[in-house]
């Protein structure tokens, strides 16, 4: 897919201050990102391992390896489009802001109510993601120490609360390690690259025996629907919960330098990355099954896998990379999720706006931002004490959320034709049918997401994601109308270019 600079493109345009300016901005936090890190904050959000290790076993029952490996292929192709799409918006308008910001701008009427849907699809996405994050390391961590000592029964109660601890030391190293926490996202990249090449070294070298190649055919349907067909559909969800939030690199760009092609690198690449050796993973635990239909059985199948292939004392060493796996990604979340609620307060669409999005002057970060993230995703794990079926709704929506958020500039990108304003990283002549690509790949996963899941449907099997969302749907609708519509009409100028640079915290 070729990318081709904007033609005699002004200087200003990669000067980051002055763009930032330019879109009516004054500066307030640090740009202490460089392209890797971009990079490494939806690398490590998306989060192959993670991931890949949480959803399999769904992917197992719904099309088994055919869907698991062709799927994932696939939809990887689907979801680099609309990450291309994201990208080139991104290079248009580089702030925390993000997809509302830029759905407010693209519109031609309405700009409020288009940017204030977005901005909170984007918010109760973002929240979910955290929760969900939280909640999946938390399974984990107790079914290694139930590996470790066999007496222990986890319970769903104390999956709760060791989320919530998780969820408050990470709301607590973006508070006093802001720098660390920089730091660790750099390190997360190695994480998840030298724990990849572990795992699938170990599940390729120690095993004496592995499944044919033509294993990667094999069909299983073991959702309770008879229709096949419907089954796979479903199972090509797994791939869509795994590239989830690469939006975190747009919405990093006022903390990352010359962010006008930083950012959308940061997205695209973080993507395609993933895409490869997330095959890789998913090649290695594919060929690596024993007894399929026991696997498929199992509490957490990829941990049967890795017990049946390498024995209880190596399965549980690679289970510790999983764990950091998915606390890596927990961070990167929150830190993302802040800038979000930053930026959305910064322009007056939240109850307490003003307290969102103050600064601290100590670590030029939006702290109070960070607790209000931390409260948000504790108050949609608190569910999980009493029904688990509540909680994979609010995963659901986590994952609906985010993609509606993802579709709507680009939509609107699209409905502006030739009247787009491109930034330096731009698509050209491919701008549109990777965009109509995009938002037509996002309508089908969403529906996909809303359908039944299992059958026969029972209170504890039915999906309640179209309920959670119509619910987040309508509290915002009758909010809009209530009195946003009448105080917020889109991203806020804080005025001229000259005016705001006045304004810059230094």
């Given amino acids: 897919m070729p990318v081709q ?48 290790f949480s959803s399999f076993g769904f992917g197992m029952n719904a099309g088994g390896p055919r869907v698991l490996v062709f799927g994932w292929i696939g939809v990887s192709v689907m979801v680099l489009f609309i990450g291309a799409a994201m990208a080139e918006v991104a290079s248009a308008y580089p702030t925390s802001g993000a997809l509302y910001f830029s759905a407010g701008k ?49 319970t769903a109660h104390q999956t709760v609360l ?28 190695w994480w998840l690259l030298i724990g990849l090449v ?49 939006d975190g690199s747009f919405h990093m760009s006022e903390e990352t330098v010359r962010a006008t092609v930083n950012a959308p690198r940061g997205i695209t690449r973080a993507i395609g990355y993933s895409a490869v050796t997330g095959l890789i993973l998913m090649l290695a635990l594919v060929h690596s099954i024993r007894d399929y239909d026991q696997v498929a059985a199992a509490d957490a199948p990829p941990v049967q896998i890795l017990i049946d292939a390498l024995g209880l004392g190596t399965a549980k060493g690679l289970l510790l990379i999983v764990i950091g796996a998915m606390l890596f990604c927990g961070l990167a ?30 670590t030029r970060t939006p702290v109070k931002a960070v607790w209000l993230a931390v409260a948000c995703s504790l108050a949609l794990v608190l569910p999980g004490w009493w029904s688990h079926t509540a909680f994979t709704a609010i995963v659901s929506v986590n994952v609906v959320g985010l993609f509606l958020a993802y579709a709507v500039p680009i939509l609107l990108r699209l ?58 749907l309508l509290v915002a609708t009758l909010w809009w109308f209530a009195t946003a519509r009448r105080r917020f009409q889109g991203p806020v100028s804080y005025g001229r270019p000259d005016e705001v640079a006045a304004m810059d915290l230094i």
């Avoid at 979340?333 to 802040?338: A, D, G, I, V």
């Fill in 5 to 52: 600079p904007r033609a005699k493109a002004d200087p200003n345009t990669l000067d980051d201050d002055a763009t930032l300016h330019a879109l009516g901005y004054p500066r307030k936090l640090t740009r202490r990102f460089k392209a890797f890190d971009n990079f490494a904050i939806s690398f490590t959000i998306i989060n192959i391992i993670s991931a890949i």
């Fill in 106 to 154: 693209l519109a031609t009427r309405h700009k409020g109510a288009w940017s204030w849907f977005t901005g909170w699809l984007n918010f109760v996405g973002q929240v979910g993601g955290t929760a969900a994050t939280g909640y999946a390391a938390a399974a984990f961590v107790q079914a290694f120490i139930a590996l470790q000592w066999h007496s222990y029964r986890p």
């Fill in 162 to 189: 060791i989320t919530a601890l998780i969820i408050v030391l990470q709301g607590l190293a973006n508070t006093y390690t802001v720098q660390l926490v920089a730091v660790l996202n750099r390190i997360s990249v």
């Fill in 198 to 246: 572990v795992i699938v070294t170990a599940l390729v070298a120690v095993p004496d025996q592995h499944r044919p190649a033509s294993f990667v055919t094999h069909f299983a349907n073991n959702t309770g629907f008879t229709s096949g067909l419907y089954g796979g559909m479903l199972g090509l969800l797994v791939t869509s919960w795994t590239f989830t939030g690469f």
């Fill in 333 to 362: 979340n929150l830190t993302s999720n802040t800038r979000q609620i930053f930026a959305f307060s910064r322009d007056g669409a939240m109850p307490g706006s003003r307290w969102w999005h103050s600064v601290s002057p100590r």
């Fill in 415 to 472: 409905r502006l034709g030739d009247e787009f304003q491109p930034g330096p990283w731009n698509l050209g002549r491919w701008g549109r049918p990777v965009g109509v690509a995009a938002v037509t790949w996002i309508a089908l996963s969403s529906v996909l997401f809303m359908l039944p899941q299992a059958s026969p449907i029972t209170v504890d099997s039915f999906n309640y994601a179209p309920i959670a969302l119509a619910v987040v």
